[in-house]
Nanobody
Framework: QVRLVESGGGLVQVGGSLRLSCAAS????????MGWYRQAPGKERELVAN??????TRYADSVEGRFTISGDAKNIINLQMNTLKPEDTAVYYC???????????WGQGTQVTVSS
């Protein structure tokens, strides 16, 4: 079974940096994307960044140029977040998506809080 475990969240000041990690296990299929979503209080969950099996990346306009998504050979997906803003405050969720079926798998989430 697919299991996603996030780590690296915390409290930082405006302009600071954090690095999130997602350790994925149980992935046996070939066509999928991995990435990060976030959900702020009172808002819908939104895509932050993802990476597909061909190494192509996509970023939300709000984080383009500040965040970087990357993966290693051990099924660990990282999100380097720089120049953080208060509007980046949210619970961040690791995601695995299978476009063939539309199935999503989610981690438990990690809190990121950016204070002024």
């Amino acid at each position: 079974q697919v299991r996603l475990v996030e780590s690296g969240g915390g409290l930082v000041q405006v302009g600071g940096s954090l690095r999130l990690s997602c350790a994925a296990s149980g992935i046996t299929f070939r066509i999928y994307t991995m990435g990060w979503y976030r959900q702020a209080p009172g808002k819908e969950r939104e895509l932050v960044a993802n990476i597909d099996s061909g190494g192509r990346t996509r970023y939300a306009d709000s984080v383009e140029g500040r965040f970087t998504i990357s993966g290693d050979a051990k099924n660990i997906i990282n999100l380097q977040m720089n120049t953080l803003k208060p509007e980046d405050t949210a619970v961040y969720y690791c995601n695995v998506h299978r476009p063939l079926s539309g199935v999503n798998y989610w981690g438990q989430g990690t809190q990121v809080t950016v204070s002024s």
